[in-house]
């Protein structure tokens, strides 16, 4: 074969960068419910949103390492309900646990991760199913736990991460503790993903198990680790949401498929091989801009899931459909 | 014997993109015979098989079926026309029996309802037919039947769909020796019953046993055709006999093989008996053999991912034992796959983090991904500008280089490790001609500068042509040795167990 049967980009296609469609989707959304509520543009509005999503947009970002490895981690919602429930279980109002119970609950996060990928590399339990028992039985767990109804109160101290702002602060007057949390994780989480020797192999892996296996790849560390780190990133977004909304039995409930939705919305493939830490963060912003304007639209919650369903699809569907066009 | 010949294929032609896959070839196979095809892999029998069995079309040339010119659309037409294609890979399933396999697609029915009992009693009877009714139960699962079972269950569906040709491809290349007894009756009996019987095999024994007529094709071409079978020497010489091109690099000479890097003895597993091997630096040893000769589990066992359970390996003297890739990769050996897409290619990562892998594989986990102590984005920037790979750009998704542009970067994504010994395994399968020089010259580059090379390979030029020492395996073991002025006669004698004939 000679090098005119490559596929040559055009010039044109060599210099413009290619923008990932989410970041013009998420501008136009935004837009839009400005658009709508004018308010949206005082930075009490905006900042309120980025609060609102900081949870989901941390967790998409973590289950992303699952994902581009080449699977899925349905266990992350469960585990933020855990992180709530037991949280206030133990904090029994004392403003003073929340420096040992969140360590502790990285623990347990770190511990659930740690059995999911053992489950997945060396059980072979495919790990959708793998994660759904573990989803099912940390719901029982929380169940039990909480004896089925909340008891018990986050206190401040720990609330502060999902809750407090800061305030007085020119230009933008306001802003909310879970924004720099999003911030620093998300720097985190994008240097993992695309500064590390892990996160090249996360993809590799996640691309060609069995070539990354004679390429020298330590497969089975590699997958486990990307579970740890979901686990991890969940008990995070568990912490700054249980700050923000309080105590309830299934406040996790639903996130894990959420935080799948806005990694395929950020263009990251189901199978594994490819996925953006910025991108998924910015599929998180645009599901929530989509429930906003929803919301403005005076549409309700079921209207919400069926959204969402159509999106997953749709953008699996765009996402196949653009691969083919572009050659295979 | 009929005048007309039950098949007559006249003038077949096909291309596919880039490949000229046939050009002009005859051959017919009458009632009661056995028609053996010969060929290296790759010449052309499968793609005339596929024709004669509907499931490609002739660019050019026809098809008589019983003096009938016949265009097939669709292996079903072919299948119904008598002509059964008993593939490599079997077509049955597994999860149901072997009645129900037998009968799959038009079962008997009785009040709308299939019809159970017929169906069994129609396949006691075809099974009876040829005297394995004891050996197999119609209500048998297929997943419960050994291999040559398996195989009598695919020739009893010919059978009973009332094939007036049956086509074996390769046959016996699972079947152990007292089921190859089996077979070899069973189409003695075929024979015997009228039915025209194409045997492809590239086994001599076989030929000689079993075949009436013999036919050899070559890149696309019928080099030779007999209508008795003559001694096995002259159907080798025919299968094999082309000019070695001149784009082989020169060998080495003898200052340049240096000491022996890696000795196995007694080396076994599995798939592999009694290897004793060494490989020096400098040299590069070609291995080959027959599909199923042990060639690829050697070469599993070497790099650890299949690894041996008895014998002995050294590495630079001393003793090592791998077992994991990773192990082998740590010691010194890299190996490149023969099936790069499944085995080698990330094919949505760049060229460059197709390059780098195993360098970041064996760096810190939350090192940069810019540099480690193997090479950094610069170094293999270099290396793949040494390898000569084009591509607009390596930070475009490996899946836009073609076949030797990806065999290229995969080179060096070991040479950023600098291994004491590298393995190809078929380092030329679906690359082009001029790829293919470059990969040769790279082997030859690699051993002068003093790595132990081992190449598999199925192609016998490529083997003569490139290697410094040639070792022919055989059903698990070393079957020979050979220097570089070895023909390709030899070696093939040497590959399937005909060594008598030749010495």
Same mark, same amino acid.
């Given at each position: 074969?000679?090098?005119?049967?490559?596929?040559?980009?055009?010039?044109?296609?060599?210099?413009?960068?290619?923008?990932?469609?989410?970041?013009?989707?998420?501008?136009?959304?935004?837009?839009?419910?400005?658009?709508?509520?004018?308010?949206?543009?005082?930075?009490?509005?905006?900042?309120?949103?980025?609060?609102?999503? @900081?949870?989901?947009?941390?967790?998409?970002?973590?289950?992303?390492?699952?994902?581009?490895?080449?699977?899925?981690?349905?266990?992350?919602?469960?585990?933020?309900?855990?992180? $709530?429930?037991?949280?206030?279980?133990?904090?029994?109002?004392?403003?003073?646990? @929340?420096?040992?119970?969140?360590?502790?609950?990285?623990?347990?996060? /770190?511990?659930?991760?740690?059995?999911?990928?053992?489950?997945?590399?060396?059980?072979?339990?495919?790990?959708?199913?793998?994660?759904?028992?573990?989803?099912?039985?940390?719901?029982?767990?929380?169940?039990?736990?909480?004896?089925?109804?909340?008891?018990?109160?986050?206190?401040?101290?720990?609330?502060?991460?999902?809750?407090?702002?800061?305030?007085?602060?020119?230009?933008?007057?306001?802003?909310?503790?879970?924004?720099?949390?999003?911030?620093?994780?998300?720097? +985190?989480?994008?240097?993992?993903?695309?500064?590390?020797?892990?996160?090249?192999?996360?993809?590799?892996?996640?691309?060609?198990?069995?070539?990354?296996?004679? /390429?020298?790849?330590?497969?089975?560390? $590699?997958?486990?680790?990307?579970?740890?780190?979901?686990?991890? @990133?969940?008990?995070?977004?568990?912490?700054?949401?249980?700050?923000? /909304?309080?105590?309830?039995?299934?406040?996790?409930?639903?996130?894990?498929?959420?935080?799948?939705?806005?990694?395929?919305?950020? &263009?990251?493939?189901?199978? &594994?091989?490819? &996925?953006?830490?910025?991108?998924? +963060?910015?599929?998180?912003?645009?599901?929530?801009? +989509?429930? @906003?304007?929803?919301?403005?639209? &005076?549409?309700?919650?079921?209207?919400?899931?069926?959204?969402?369903?159509?999106?997953?699809?749709?953008?699996?569907?765009?996402?196949?459909?653009?691969?083919?066009?572009?050659?295979? | 014997?009929?005048?007309?010949?039950?098949?007559?294929?006249?003038?077949?032609?096909?291309?596919?993109?880039?490949?000229?896959?046939? *050009?002009?070839?005859?051959?017919? =196979?009458?009632?009661?015979?056995?028609?053996?095809?010969?060929?290296?892999?790759?010449?052309?029998?499968?793609?005339?098989?596929?024709?004669?069995?509907?499931?490609?079309?002739?660019?050019?040339?026809?098809?008589?079926?019983?003096?009938?010119?016949?265009?097939?659309?669709?292996?079903?037409?072919?299948?119904?026309?008598?002509?059964?294609?008993?593939?490599?890979?079997?077509?049955?399933?597994?999860?149901?029996?072997?009645?129900?396999?037998?009968?799959?697609?038009?079962?008997?029915?009785?009040?709308?309802?299939?019809?159970?009992?017929?169906?069994?009693?129609?396949?006691?009877?075809?099974?009876?037919?040829?005297?394995?009714?004891? *050996?197999?139960?119609?209500?048998?699962?297929?997943?419960?039947?050994?291999?040559?079972?398996?195989?009598?269950?695919?020739?009893?569906?010919?059978?009973?769909?009332?094939?007036?040709?049956?086509?074996?491809?390769?046959?016996?290349?699972?079947?152990?020796?007292?089921? =190859?007894?089996?077979?070899?009756?069973?189409?003695?009996?075929?024979?015997?019953?009228?039915?025209?019987?194409?045997?492809?095999?590239?086994?001599?024994?076989?030929?000689?046993?079993?075949?009436?007529?013999?036919?050899?094709?070559?890149?696309?071409?019928?080099?030779?055709?007999?209508?008795?079978?003559?001694?096995?020497?002259?159907?080798?010489?025919?299968?094999?006999?082309?000019?070695?091109?001149?784009?082989?690099?020169?060998?080495?000479?003898?200052?340049?093989?240096?000491?022996?890097?890696?000795?196995?003895?007694?080396?076994?597993?599995?798939?592999?008996?009694? !290897?004793?091997?060494?490989?020096?630096?400098?040299? !590069?040893?070609?291995?080959?053999?027959?599909?199923?000769?042990? *060639?690829?589990?050697?070469?599993?066992?070497?790099?650890?991912?299949?690894?041996?359970?008895?014998?002995?390996?050294?590495?630079?003297?001393?003793?090592?034992?791998?077992?994991?890739?990773?192990?082998?990769?740590?010691?010194?050996?890299?190996?490149?796959?023969?099936?790069?897409?499944?085995?080698?290619?990330?094919?949505?990562?760049?060229?460059?983090?197709?390059?780098?892998?195993?360098?970041?594989?064996?760096?810190?986990?939350?090192?940069?991904?810019?540099?480690?102590?193997?090479?950094?984005?610069?170094?293999?920037?270099?290396?793949?500008?040494?390898?000569?790979?084009?591509?607009?750009?390596?930070?475009?998704?490996?899946?836009?280089?073609s076949g030797g542009n990806q065999q290229k970067a995969i080179v060096a994504r070991w040479l950023a490790l600098r291994p004491k010994v590298l393995i190809f395994i078929e380092p030329t399968r679906g690359i082009d001609v001029d790829a293919k020089a470059s990969i040769y010259h790279l082997m030859r580059d690699l051993a002068r500068a003093g790595t132990a090379v081992m190449m598999v390979s199925s192609d016998l030029p490529e083997i003569l042509g490139a290697s410094d020492r040639i070792v022919v395996m055989r059903e698990g073991r070393i079957a020979g040795e050979f220097g570089r002025?070895?023909?390709?006669?030899?070696?093939?004698?040497?590959?399937?167990?005909?060594?008598?004939?030749?010495?």
């Open positions: 074969m000679s090098a005119q049967s490559l596929p040559q980009p055009t010039a044109a296609t060599r210099r413009l960068p290619r923008i990932n469609p989410v970041y013009v989707l998420v501008v136009a959304l935004i837009l839009a419910i400005i658009v709508m509520n004018p308010a949206f543009g005082e930075p009490t509005g905006y900042m309120n949103f980025l609060k609102r999503v @900081t949870a989901l947009a941390i967790l998409s970002a973590g289950a992303l390492y699952v994902i581009v490895s080449g699977g899925f981690d349905l266990s992350v919602g469960s585990i933020m309900t855990l992180t $709530v429930i037991g949280s206030s279980m133990l904090a029994s109002n004392d403003p003073n646990s @929340t420096y040992w119970i969140i360590p502790l609950m990285l623990g347990i996060g /770190a511990v659930i991760g740690l059995i999911n990928g053992l489950v997945v590399s060396y059980l072979k339990v495919p790990s959708l199913i793998a994660t759904l028992g573990m989803m099912i039985t940390l719901n029982g767990v929380a169940f039990m736990w909480s004896g089925g109804a909340p008891r018990g109160y986050l206190p401040d101290t720990f609330r502060f991460f999902g809750r407090y702002n800061i305030t007085d602060i020119p230009v933008i007057s306001l802003l909310p503790i879970a924004v720099i949390c999003l911030v620093v994780f998300g720097v +985190i989480l994008w240097w993992g993903m695309h500064r590390t020797n892990f996160g090249r192999m996360l993809h590799a892996v996640g691309d060609n198990q069995q070539a990354a296996r004679l /390429a020298g790849v330590p497969v089975e560390r $590699v997958r486990i680790s990307a579970f740890v780190v979901s686990a991890l @990133t969940a008990v995070l977004a568990g912490v700054i949401l249980g700050g923000r /909304a309080g105590v309830s039995v299934d406040i996790g409930s639903g996130f894990e498929l959420q935080a799948i939705t806005a990694a395929v919305i950020g &263009g990251a493939q189901l199978l &594994g091989g490819r &996925g953006s830490v910025p991108a998924t +963060i910015a599929g998180a912003l645009a599901l929530e801009a +989509i429930f @906003t304007l929803l919301n403005l639209l &005076g549409l309700a919650q079921p209207v919400r899931l069926v959204v969402q369903g159509l999106i997953l699809i749709g953008a699996v569907a765009f996402a196949t459909y653009q691969r083919k066009r572009a050659g295979r | 014997m009929s005048d007309v010949p039950t098949i007559e294929m006249r003038g077949i032609s096909k291309s596919f993109p880039a490949v000229k896959a046939l *050009r002009g070839v005859s051959f017919t =196979c009458s009632k009661g015979e056995v028609h053996a095809l010969c060929g290296e892999n790759g010449a052309g029998k499968s793609t005339l098989i596929k024709i004669l069995s509907g499931v490609y079309r002739p660019d050019s040339g026809e098809v008589l079926i019983d003096g009938q010119e016949q265009h097939f659309k669709h292996p079903q037409e072919a299948l119904l026309a008598g002509i059964s294609v008993i593939y490599q890979e079997f077509s049955l399933l597994p999860e149901r029996t072997v009645a129900q396999n037998l009968f799959l697609g038009r079962e008997p029915t009785k009040n709308g309802l299939i019809d159970n009992k017929a169906m069994v009693a129609e396949t006691q009877r075809v099974l009876g037919l040829f005297g394995v009714r004891h *050996r197999i139960e119609p209500e048998t699962l297929v997943a419960d039947l050994d291999v040559a079972s398996q195989q009598m269950v695919e020739i009893a569906k010919a059978i009973s769909l009332n094939a007036k040709v049956i086509v074996m491809d390769e046959p016996t290349a699972a079947l152990n020796e007292a089921e =190859c007894e089996v077979l070899f009756s069973l189409v003695d009996q075929l024979r015997a019953s009228g039915t025209a019987i194409v045997y492809i095999t590239h086994r001599m024994r076989e030929v000689t046993r079993l075949a009436n007529r013999v036919t050899v094709i070559k890149d696309g071409e019928v080099t030779a055709s007999f209508d008795h079978v003559p001694a096995p020497d002259v159907i080798v010489r025919a299968m094999v006999g082309r000019d070695i091109s001149e784009y082989y690099p020169e060998p080495a000479t003898a200052s340049e093989i240096g000491p022996v890097v890696l000795s196995v003895s007694g080396g076994g597993n599995a798939a592999l008996r009694d !290897i004793n091997l060494e490989l020096r630096s400098g040299e !590069i040893v070609g291995f080959a053999g027959l599909q199923g000769a042990g *060639r690829t589990p050697l070469a599993m066992a070497l790099f650890g991912a299949a690894p041996f359970t008895s014998g002995t390996m050294t590495l630079d003297g001393k003793a090592v034992h791998l077992t994991s890739p990773r192990d082998a990769i740590r010691a010194g050996i890299g190996m490149l796959p023969g099936d790069r897409k499944a085995q080698a290619l990330f094919l949505m990562q760049s060229v460059r983090d197709n390059g780098m892998l195993t360098a970041r594989s064996f760096a810190g986990i939350f090192g940069g991904h810019r540099a480690n102590r193997f090479t950094d984005l610069n170094g293999m920037n270099a290396l793949l500008d040494q390898m000569k790979v084009r591509a607009p750009s390596y930070e475009q998704e490996m899946r836009f280089l002025s070895a023909t390709e006669a030899e070696l093939m004698l040497a590959a399937t167990g005909e060594t008598g004939v030749a010495a």
